[in-house]
């Protein structure tokens, strides 16, 4: 099972971002998907879902309206287009099943300087 997220980078503020993550290992169809992000030393953080077959999504409050998750299952690929990229949003991200969680892959870090 493996999770390799990429799209990470600078970015400054007001910017936008594309994150992938490429999944293997199970199948990835079956399955709700998640992006959370972690800023060092705090916990991580659920920042969009969306369900096994894209038909519903949901969002933390710190990003609603901003970021979009989707998903290509026949690329077993899930997305997290960020826009209005805030000093804020500076973490790593990584992606997971929504439930069952598997080990974490390395993770994109994405910084958006003050």
């Known amino acids: 099972v493996q999770f390799v997220e990429s799209g990470g980078g600078l970015v400054q503020p007001g910017g936008s971002l594309r994150l992938s993550c490429a999944a293997s290992?199970?199948?990835?169809?079956?399955?709700?998907m998640t992006w959370y992000r972690q800023v060092p030393g705090k916990e991580r953080e659920l920042v969009a879902a969306?369900?096994?077959?894209?038909?519903?999504?949901n969002y933390g409050d710190s990003v609603k309206g901003r970021f979009t998750i989707s998903r290509d299952n026949a690329k077993n690929t899930v997305y997290l287009q960020m826009n209005s990229l805030k000093p804020e949003d500076t973490a790593v991200y990584y992606c997971?099943?929504?439930?069952?969680?598997?080990?974490w892959g390395q993770g994109t870090l994405v910084t958006v300087p003050s």
């Open positions: 290992g199970f199948t990835f169809s079956r399955y709700d």
């Open positions: 969306i369900t096994s077959i894209g038909g519903v999504t």
């Open positions: 997971n099943r929504r439930w069952s969680i598997l080990s």
